[in-house]
C-alpha cells in the first residue's frame, strides 16, 4: 500500500515539480486549454513559491505527484469581484496546482486540496478561493466535485485573461 506525505516543497524538489509542471502544460495543449501557457508558470514562478514558503507537494512513497501553491497572502484580481464574494474575511488560496502524468485519475488533486483545506482551519481561516479557465475542465470538476460555488469572474495580466472564480466555506 502506498504511503503518502504532504509537506512544504524544497529547493531540492524543483526539478520534479517543473517535470510535473510541464507535463501538465503538455495535458492543457492536448486538450486545447489556455490555462497556462510557453511562459507561464515558469520555473522561476516555482523558485518564488518555495522561497515564499507557499510552495507544497504531496508525495507518494517520497516521490514527488502533485504540487500547488497555497496561500493566505490574498489575491488582488479578486478585488473585481469584491461584492460577489460572501464575506471579506480572510482566505486560503489555491495556485499552480498539477499533478504527475502517473498519478493523475486517482484523486490526488482532491487529496492536495483537502490538505490545503486542513491548513486553513488550523490556521482559522474558513474559506477557501479558487479560480481557473472555463476550458480547465478536470479543474471545474474538481471545484465542483468539492463544493465551490461560482462567483465570478475576475482577470489577470492587463484583464486579457478572464477567469471563473469560486469559494466556499470550510
Same mark, same amino acid.
Given at each position: 500500500?502506498?504511503?503518502?506525505?504532504?509537506?512544504?516543497?524544497?529547493?531540492?524538489?524543483?526539478?520534479?515539480?517543473?517535470?510535473?509542471?510541464?507535463?501538465?502544460?503538455?495535458?492543457?495543449?492536448?486538450?486545447?486549454?489556455?490555462?497556462?501557457?510557453?511562459?507561464?508558470?515558469?520555473?522561476?514562478?516555482?523558485?518564488?513559491?518555495?522561497?515564499?514558503?507557499?510552495?507544497?507537494? @504531496?508525495?507518494?512513497?517520497?516521490?514527488?505527484?502533485?504540487? =500547488? /501553491?497555497?496561500? !493566505?497572502?490574498?489575491?488582488?484580481? %479578486?478585488?473585481?469581484?469584491?461584492?460577489?464574494?460572501?464575506?471579506?474575511?480572510?482566505?486560503?488560496?489555491?495556485?499552480?496546482?498539477?499533478?504527475?502524468?502517473?498519478?493523475?485519475?486517482?484523486?490526488?488533486?482532491?487529496?492536495?486540496? @483537502?490538505?490545503?483545506?486542513?491548513?486553513?482551519?488550523?490556521? =482559522? /481561516?474558513?474559506? !477557501?478561493?479558487?479560480?481557473?479557465? %472555463?476550458?480547465?475542465?478536470?479543474?471545474?470538476?474538481?471545484?465542483?466535485?468539492?463544493?465551490?460555488?461560482?462567483?465570478?469572474?475576475?482577470?489577470?495580466?492587463?484583464?486579457?485573461?478572464?477567469?471563473?472564480?469560486?469559494?466556499?466555506?470550510?
Amino acid at each position: 500500500m502506498a504511503s503518502y506525505t504532504f509537506r512544504k516543497a524544497e529547493e531540492t524538489d524543483i526539478k520534479r515539480i517543473w517535470e510535473i509542471i510541464q507535463q501538465a502544460k503538455a495535458q492543457m495543449k492536448r486538450l486545447g486549454s489556455n490555462q497556462w501557457n510557453e511562459s507561464y508558470p515558469a520555473i522561476e514562478n516555482i523558485q518564488q513559491d518555495i522561497t515564499a514558503g507557499n510552495g507544497y507537494v @504531496l508525495c507518494q512513497d517520497n516521490q514527488v505527484i502533485v504540487y =500547488g /501553491v497555497i496561500s !493566505f497572502d490574498g489575491e488582488p484580481v %479578486y478585488e473585481q469581484i469584491k461584492e460577489k464574494w460572501s464575506n471579506s474575511l480572510p482566505y486560503v488560496i489555491v495556485h499552480r496546482l498539477a499533478v504527475a502524468d502517473e498519478a493523475k485519475h486517482q484523486g490526488m488533486a482532491k487529496k492536495f486540496m @483537502l490538505q490545503a483545506e486542513a491548513i486553513s482551519r488550523e490556521k =482559522g /481561516v474558513h474559506f !477557501f478561493r479558487i479560480d481557473t479557465k %472555463y476550458d480547465n475542465k478536470y479543474m471545474l470538476q474538481l471545484i465542483s466535485s468539492m463544493g465551490f460555488r461560482f462567483c465570478g469572474n475576475v482577470y489577470y495580466r492587463n484583464n486579457t485573461e478572464e477567469r471563473m472564480a469560486f469559494e466556499k466555506q470550510i
